[in-house]
Nanobody, 116 residues
Framework: QARLVESGGGLVQPGGSLRLSCAGSGFAFALFTMSWYRQAPGKERELVTNIRSVGNTYYVDSVKGRFSISRDNAKNTLYLQMNSLKPEDTAVYYC??????????WGKGTLVTVSS
């Protein structure tokens, strides 16, 4: 059974940094496109960044230059390094693993709050 577990969220001051992790199990992690989504209060869930199995990455404009996605296939773990955090980055961050429409898995999310 596929499972994704996020960790690393918390409260941080503006300008600070956090590193999120997502541990995967029960599926062929290395083959999947891995993504981070976020959902802010009252807003729709949005794609923040993803990394394909071959290493290609995508970032939404609002986080370019501040966030960095990486993966360790040996550890079945996805990471999101978030620097220069802003209050507008406050959201629940979700990990997603997708290979096909039928092989599409979600974690339960981790809350990131950026506030002074």
């Amino acid at each position: 059974q596929a499972r994704l577990v996020e960790s690393g969220g918390g409260l941080v001051q503006p300008g600070g940094s956090l590193r999120l992790s997502c541990a995967g199990s029960g599926f062929a992690f290395a083959l999947f496109t891995m993504s981070w989504y976020r959902q802010a209060p009252g807003k729709e869930r949005e794609l923040v960044t993803n990394i394909r199995s071959v290493g290609n990455t995508y970032y939404v404009d609002s986080v370019k230059g501040r966030f960095s996605i990486s993966r360790d296939n040996a550890k079945n773990t996805l990471y999101l390094q978030m620097n220069s955090l802003k209050p507008e980055d406050t959201a629940v961050y979700y990990c997603n693993a997708r290979l096909t429409a039928d092989l599409d898995y979600w974690g339960k999310g981790t809350l990131v709050t950026v506030s002074s």
